[in-house]
């Protein structure tokens, strides 16, 4: 099982990006998905979450600002970030909660992270 990240970038202040997440390999179902950053010398913290069922959570930082959306049936997650500030600068990493096919085994996958720059 894999997770692939694209996305990111440099983008001025009160611009967009959209960032999307793609799983693959043996994969039964996908529980949460989700978005998390870690910005230098601070700690990753969850951005965003989804539930299969399109339950979502944000951290209160970005509310009203970033959507964050999934396509069970092609196992994807999008994370659209609008309205963007100098402090959302960080790597994003993908998060995905996968069962296995044929093991059902449950595990926390990552993708590799992505550079987001919010600068003038």
């Known amino acids: 099982v894999q997770l692939q990240a694209s996305g990111g970038g440099l983008v001025q202040p009160g611009g967009s990006l959209r960032l999307s997440c793609a799983a693959s390999g043996s994969i039964f179902r996908i529980n949460d998905m989700g978005w998390y950053r870690q910005a230098p010398g601070k700690k990753r913290e969850l951005v965003a979450n989804?539930?299969?069922?399109?339950?979502?959570n944000y951290v209160d930082s970005v509310k009203g600002r970033f959507t964050i959306s999934r396509d069970n049936a092609k196992n994807t997650a999008t994370l659209q970030m609008n309205s963007l500030k100098p402090e959302d600068t960080a790597v994003y990493y993908c998060n995905a909660v996968i069962v296995k096919s044929g093991s059902y085994d449950i595990n926390d996958y990552w993708g590799q992270g992505t550079q987001v720059t919010v600068s003038s």
């Open positions: 989804i539930t299969s069922f399109h339950y979502t």
